[in-house]
């Protein structure tokens, strides 16, 4: 049955008050289901990202600019939060208290208000108040320790695996509960997402390991790290990559068969084979450059697939299809590529309504919308307050 095309977070005012890639990112991700997200910025440097990641994470929201320093500063936050249903931080804890912008100030301003704290450590333990990275985080949750190759040597990642799973989508988690609970209660909650808890917590791979052997396995010889031939990628002639991830019999079968080398099919999960095998898978795969081998594996059903840069993925038809890369032309960083929303949902059909804003872009009209008059608004602007 077709439904209206209506966006399933339409009506949710969120304030955004975090920087870099993890809030951003997560408050990107609720702007597009059709929350009216407003990014608060301070005065001073802002969210200092860069330029394009600046782009690339905050999309359909609008700025703001407020000096939180000032007592009349945090009155227009407490002013733009008694209108809120959710705010995003990202400070380090202790530092939202200072500047009046803390979970028990505003609730007292609006008990329904859903306040999510995202920090690397989280707001409690004795490494709150630590500064750290994503290689950290996924340093300390045994993470880091299991990205490795059969060579053993620790792999850095540009998808920066702690941030979005641990921080974004962990902090999505979070909000979209605790929203769902206060539309239904009428009170808010604290949301406490450490990115190292959420990191931890999709770690079950290895803590699978853990419970069936006791302790995992040395990095590159687990099933998914590099153990298993018929589970890696393989050079090809040219200098690329082909993925193999034949790991059930049945897609093992088939790519000895295209291969032409059933030779290979006994061994396929045999510990004693597997250094012979990755060798031959080595040889074979090398032998011919990767347009052949894409060409060879079409259409099979083997779980083999090229290894594309970021630029040949989105020129693939299967993502073009699924409406998954957007153009957009931006008056200050010109052409932008954009990755669609991932939710697809009936009666919602995503679209790109705003580009990042400009920091200040939208204060007057988003002080307005919280009962300022223009004087009020004029003279914030005057002294540096609301810019």
Not at 238 to 264: H, I, N, S, T, Y
Request: proline share 7%; with cysteine; hydrophobic share 40%.
């Amino acid at each position: 049955m077709d439904t209206p095309n209506t966006a399933p977070l339409a009506g949710v005012r969120i304030l955004d008050l975090s920087r870099l890639l993890p809030g951003p990112l997560a408050a990107q991700y609720l702007a597009d289901l059709g929350a009216d997200v407003v990014k608060i910025e301070d005065t001073q440097a802002g969210d200092y990202a860069p330029p394009a990641l600046r782009a690339a994470c905050n999309r359909n929201k609008r700025g703001v600019r407020l000096d939180l320093k000032q007592p009349d500063g945090r009155k227009a936050l407490a002013a733009l939060a008694r209108g809120a249903d959710v705010l995003i931080e990202s400070f380090r804890p202790g530092v939202a208290a200072r500047l009046g912008a803390d979970y028990a100030t505003l609730a007292a301003e609006n008990p329904r208000l859903v306040y999510c704290s995202i920090s690397g450590y989280g707001q409690d333990g004795p490494r709150s108040g630590e500064a750290g990275h994503d290689l950290n985080y996924a340093s300390c949750t045994g993470v880091a320790e299991q990205m490795a190759g059969a060579s053993g040597e620790p792999a850095l990642s540009n998808l920066p695996v702690a941030d979005v799973l641990g921080g974004s989508l962990t902090a999505v988690m979070g909000v979209l509960a605790a929203l769902f609970d206060a539309r239904r209660t009428g009170i808010g909650r604290h949301v406490d997402i450490a990115i190292a808890d959420g990191l931890l917590a999709g770690n079950v791979v290895s803590l699978a390991t853990l419970n069936a052997s006791g302790g995992t396995r040395p990095p590159g010889t687990d099933a998914l790290s590099g153990g298993l031939a018929c589970y890696g990628q393989y050079r090809t002639r040219d200098g690329r990559w082909l993925a193999v991830a034949a790991l059930e019999p049945k897609f093992w079968e088939a790519l000895c068969r295209r291969l032409e080398r059933p030779d290979l099919l006994a061994g396929h999960r045999d510990p004693a084979r597997q250094p012979a095998l990755r060798a031959a898978l080595a040889a074979i795969i090398g032998s011919r450059p990767l347009a052949h081998w894409a060409s060879l594996f079409e259409g099979t059903d083997c779980c083999v697939s090229p290894v594309l840069t970021l630029a040949e993925s989105l020129a693939q038809p299967q993502v073009v299809a699924r409406g998954m890369l957007r153009r957009t032309e931006h008056p200050r960083h010109g052409a932008v590529l954009h990755i669609a929303c991932p939710v697809k949902m009936s009666g919602f059909e995503f679209a790109i309504r705003r580009q990042a804003p400009e920091p200040g872009e939208h204060t007057e009209q988003v002080l307005r919308e919280a009962g300022y008059p223009p004087a009020e608004i004029a003279s914030l602007a005057a002294r540096g307050i609301a810019l």
